[in-house]
Every structure is written in structure tokens, then in C-alpha cells.
């Protein structure tokens, strides 16, 4: 009994002891474990931190490279403004030294037509105001001669006439339209023209006879196209609603406006106011013979020309029911009238010698003229 109590006394101590270690071992594992886990928490924590950082990092460079790219874009963007202002302003330079190049070649062109207007008889219009509108000198100044007459309703206004013209500029003998139809103009300056044209020919002529722009005739800018409302007191829709001024070229009723008509030089160009419009009939007169001997009968044809205003083509026939005149009066032969017959025929005689001027009207039911006096013919009684 008192072994077992000895021996207890010794194994007691050492199981305590045996504990005591066990446990500090455990214990310490314990730490060294928290440690660990503490160091690898930390770890993540710092490598996700990391992460964060590069991520903010980047983006903080992406936006700085887009701020950049945007201001490199919007620096582009005023080069380029100013390169294209540049170029603009070296263009309008440009044109304007070109200008003033054209300018100092028309003075020399000019000079040269002065020289050549000497030689050549020219009737200036008298209007000489100038068009604001129009500054610069026809590159073409070839003049033209063509051969113009104005019928107006009760009798001849300007009789078959030369008339040599060139380009210039129409603006100062234009009036405003009338009519509904007209649109703002351009002007109707030099720059407009390659050529002379009807337009060109008929104020030179109007002109040069004493009719001027506003009293004499009334030359409307309808901005599309130029239209004449008036010459010599004859205007548009006296005596009837489709009364008013038509020209001829040749035997052409041409479907355009004075001003887009060229003349080449040579024409025939007839105005004439028609009460009917285009139904008025244009004549033109024939004789068998000029010149005849006193009591000798001369043979009048009268025939009319008219145009379809649909497809423009020209259609001619007897001008009958005529009065012949002769000297400006109605010829009258022992009392009695010489009237064309359904061939547009007529006869007249003349008793004493001298030099006779025929024509011919035609005056209908209403009593109003639908036909247009014909280019006169003269005849030589001996």
C-alpha cells in the first residue's frame, strides 16, 4: 500500500507534467495556425487590394487617354477649320485678282471696239444709265447686222431697217413685270449673253428711232425670260384678251423670248402687234410685175401665214377679203375697191406714170384688224 502511494506520488507528477507539455504544444500549433491563417487572409487581402489599385490605376489611364484623344480631336478639328478658312480666303484672293485681271482686259477690248465703232455706223441706244447689277464686259463684242421692221395695230411703227448691234447690257431699259407669273431676276447684264440677241437688235433699233425705254416701249424683266408689253402705245390685251406683241425670225415664229433668241447676222426679223395673237395672220405680198406701163394691170397675191401654237408647225392660205392700199390709202379704181378673191388675188391699174407703194389690212365683222399688213412692194408705172 504505501508502494502504490509512492508510486503514485511519482506517475501523478509526470502525467501533470505530461498534460502541462501536450497542452503548450497545442496551444502553441493553435497560434502558429491563427498565425498562418492571419497571414494568409492578409495576403488575399493584399493581393485583391493590389488588384483594386491596378484596376483604378488603368482606368485613370484609359480616361486620361480619352481626355487626350478628345483634345487631339477637337486641336484637329480648329487646324482643319483654319486650313479650310485659309483656303477660302486664298480663293476669294484669287477671284479677286482674276476679276480685276478681267476687268483691265475688257478696258483693252474696249478701246479696240472703239476704234473698230468708227468704221462701222452703230445707233447707240440714248439711255446711257448704267446697271448696277452688271459689272463685267462681254467676252464676245462681235457685232451682227440684221434687217428689222415694227407693225404695230393701225399702221407701220418703224418701216424694214438696218440694224448692227453686240452684247450689252439690257438692265437699264427693263421694266418690272406685270404679270403673275414672274420670278426674282439676275439681271440682264453682258455676263448673261454668249451672242447678240433679238432682245439686243430691237432696243438698239427702238432706240436709235426716237422710242425710249418707259414711253416707248415697255420692255418687261419677268426674271425667267424678258417679255414686250408695249411699243408705240399698243399694249398687251388692247382690243381682246389675247391681244399683244409676237416677232418672227425669217419665217419662224420662235417659242422662246427675245432674250434667248441669238442673231448670227442676216435675219429677217419682223414685230408686229396682233390683236387675235397667234391667229393673227402674218401676209406676205407678191406682184406678176414691178414695173408696168401706165392703164397696164398688175396681179396681186396676198397669202397668210399662221403657226399652230401646240406643235409650232406653219400653216399658209389665201388672204382673202383684203383691201389693197396704195400709198397708205385703200386703192380705188373709178369708184371701186380692189378686194383679194378666195386666192388672196387682186387687180390693180394705175393711170398716170410714177412710183406706187402697195399693202393691204383686212378689217372682219367685229372691226377689229386680224390681219397683219404685209412688207410693202413698190411699183414703177412709166
Same mark, same amino acid.
Given at each position: 500500500?504505501?508502494?502504490?502511494?509512492?508510486?503514485?506520488?511519482?506517475?501523478?507528477?509526470?502525467?501533470?507534467?505530461?498534460?502541462?507539455?501536450? &497542452?503548450?504544444?497545442?496551444?502553441?500549433?493553435?497560434?502558429?495556425?491563427?498565425?498562418?491563417?492571419?497571414?494568409?487572409?492578409?495576403?488575399?487581402?493584399?493581393?485583391?487590394?493590389?488588384?483594386?489599385?491596378?484596376?483604378?490605376?488603368?482606368?485613370?489611364?484609359?480616361?486620361?487617354?480619352?481626355?487626350?484623344?478628345?483634345?487631339?480631336?477637337?486641336?484637329?478639328?480648329?487646324?482643319?477649320? *483654319?486650313?479650310?478658312?485659309?483656303?477660302?480666303?486664298?480663293? &476669294?484672293?484669287?477671284?479677286?485678282?482674276?476679276?480685276?485681271?478681267?476687268?483691265?482686259?475688257?478696258?483693252?477690248?474696249?478701246?479696240?471696239?472703239?476704234?473698230?465703232?468708227?468704221?462701222?455706223?452703230?445707233?447707240?441706244?440714248?439711255?446711257?444709265?448704267?446697271?448696277?447689277?452688271?459689272?463685267?464686259?462681254? &467676252?464676245?463684242?462681235?457685232?451682227?447686222?440684221?434687217?428689222?421692221?415694227?407693225?404695230?395695230?393701225? #399702221?407701220?411703227?418703224?418701216?424694214?431697217?438696218?440694224?448692227?448691234?453686240?452684247?450689252?447690257?439690257?438692265?437699264?431699259?427693263?421694266?418690272?413685270? &406685270?404679270?403673275?407669273?414672274?420670278?426674282?431676276?439676275?439681271?440682264?447684264?453682258?455676263?448673261?449673253?454668249?451672242?447678240?440677241?433679238?432682245?439686243?437688235?430691237?432696243?438698239?433699233?427702238?432706240?436709235?428711232?426716237?422710242?425710249?425705254?418707259?414711253?416707248?416701249?415697255?420692255?418687261?424683266?419677268?426674271?425667267?425670260?424678258?417679255?414686250?408689253?408695249?411699243?408705240?402705245?399698243?399694249?398687251?390685251?388692247?382690243?381682246?384678251?389675247?391681244?399683244?406683241?409676237?416677232?418672227?425670225?425669217?419665217?419662224?415664229?420662235?417659242?422662246?423670248?427675245?432674250?434667248?433668241?441669238?442673231? *448670227?447676222?442676216?435675219?429677217?426679223?419682223?414685230?408686229?402687234?396682233?390683236?387675235?395673237?397667234?391667229?393673227?395672220?402674218?401676209?406676205?405680198?407678191?406682184?406678176?410685175?414691178?414695173?408696168?406701163?401706165?392703164?397696164?394691170?398688175?396681179?396681186?397675191?396676198?397669202? #397668210?401665214?399662221?403657226?399652230?401654237?401646240?406643235?409650232?408647225?406653219?400653216?399658209?392660205?389665201?388672204?382673202?377679203?383684203?383691201?389693197?392700199?396704195?400709198?397708205?390709202?385703200?386703192?380705188?379704181?373709178?369708184?371701186?375697191?380692189?378686194?383679194?378673191?378666195?386666192?388672196?388675188?387682186?387687180?390693180?391699174?394705175?393711170?398716170?406714170? #410714177?412710183?406706187?407703194?402697195?399693202?393691204?389690212?383686212?378689217?372682219?365683222?367685229?372691226?377689229?384688224?386680224?390681219?397683219?399688213?404685209?412688207?410693202?412692194?413698190?411699183?414703177?408705172?412709166?
Amino acid at each position: 500500500m504505501k508502494i502504490m502511494k509512492s508510486k503514485l506520488k511519482i506517475i501523478l507528477p509526470i502525467i501533470l507534467l505530461g498534460i502541462i507539455l501536450v &497542452s503548450g504544444l497545442v496551444i502553441k500549433n493553435h497560434k502558429n495556425s491563427s498565425k498562418s491563417v492571419y497571414a494568409q487572409k492578409t495576403r488575399v487581402e493584399q493581393k485583391q487590394d493590389s488588384k483594386d489599385t491596378k484596376k483604378q490605376s488603368d482606368e485613370k489611364i484609359n480616361e486620361n487617354n480619352k481626355d487626350k484623344k478628345q483634345e487631339d480631336k477637337e486641336k484637329k478639328e480648329e487646324s482643319s477649320k *483654319k486650313d479650310d478658312k485659309d483656303k477660302s480666303k486664298e480663293e &476669294s484672293d484669287k477671284k479677286e485678282a482674276d476679276a480685276n485681271d478681267g476687268k483691265k482686259e475688257a478696258v483693252k477690248n474696249d478701246k479696240s471696239s472703239e476704234k473698230q465703232s468708227k468704221k462701222v455706223a452703230v445707233n447707240k441706244p440714248s439711255n446711257s444709265t448704267k446697271s448696277t447689277k452688271s459689272k463685267k464686259k462681254p &467676252s464676245n463684242n462681235k457685232k451682227v447686222t440684221v434687217y428689222m421692221r415694227v407693225e404695230g395695230y393701225n #399702221g407701220t411703227v418703224v418701216p424694214r431697217t438696218k440694224v448692227t448691234t453686240g452684247i450689252y447690257d439690257l438692265n437699264p431699259y427693263l421694266g418690272r413685270a &406685270s404679270g403673275s407669273s414672274a420670278t426674282p431676276s439676275k439681271g440682264w447684264g453682258v455676263e448673261r449673253f454668249k451672242e447678240p440677241t433679238v432682245a439686243h437688235a430691237l432696243v438698239k433699233l427702238l432706240e436709235s428711232k426716237g422710242y425710249h425705254h418707259g414711253k416707248g416701249y415697255d420692255l418687261q424683266d419677268y426674271g425667267w425670260s424678258l417679255y414686250i408689253a408695249m411699243i408705240n402705245g399698243d399694249r398687251e390685251f388692247d382690243h381682246r384678251n389675247t391681244s399683244g406683241w409676237m416677232y418672227r425670225v425669217g419665217d419662224v415664229l420662235p417659242n422662246i423670248g427675245c432674250q434667248g433668241k441669238p442673231i *448670227k447676222g442676216g435675219e429677217e426679223i419682223l414685230w408686229y402687234f396682233g390683236a387675235y395673237g397667234f391667229d393673227t395672220l402674218v401676209t406676205e405680198m407678191k406682184v406678176d410685175k414691178k414695173s408696168v406701163g401706165v392703164g397696164k394691170p398688175v396681179t396681186i397675191t396676198l397669202n #397668210g401665214i399662221k403657226n399652230d401654237i401646240n406643235t409650232w408647225k406653219e400653216y399658209r392660205e389665201p388672204a382673202k377679203n383684203a383691201t389693197i392700199y396704195v400709198n397708205g390709202k385703200p386703192y380705188c379704181n373709178g369708184g371701186k375697191k380692189a378686194i383679194t378673191d378666195a386666192h388672196g388675188r387682186a387687180t390693180v391699174k394705175f393711170n398716170k406714170p #410714177g412710183t406706187y407703194t402697195l399693202s393691204a389690212e383686212r378689217i372682219n365683222s367685229k372691226k377689229l384688224k386680224d390681219l397683219l399688213r404685209p412688207l410693202p412692194v413698190t411699183i414703177t408705172v412709166k
